[in-house]
């Protein structure tokens, strides 16, 4: 799988998980969903956002070496 598959199949897979979230939400609004939020799903959504950049200044980066090195 090349780097830019993987930043798409990662943020799809944010995407998704964002929309089920959004669903669980509407129902779940207690106290302890806050805090799941809070401790749990921001930090992850967070980090998936600074992944993916990393990914994609990755991928940029190995093209640049390959195209370097032709």
Excluded: H, Y
Excluded at 44 to 62: K, S, V, Y
């Amino acid at each position: 799988m090349s780097l830019n598959a993987a930043s798409v199949e990662l943020a799809n897979g944010m995407k998704t998980l964002n929309a089920v979230w959004e669903e669980t939400r509407v129902v779940w609004t207690d106290g302890v969903a806050q805090e799941f939020e809070d401790r749990f799903w921001n930090p992850l959504e967070a980090q998936t956002r600074d992944a993916i950049g990393a990914i994609d200044r990755l991928a940029a980066l190995l093209a640049q070496v390959r195209r370097d090195c032709t």
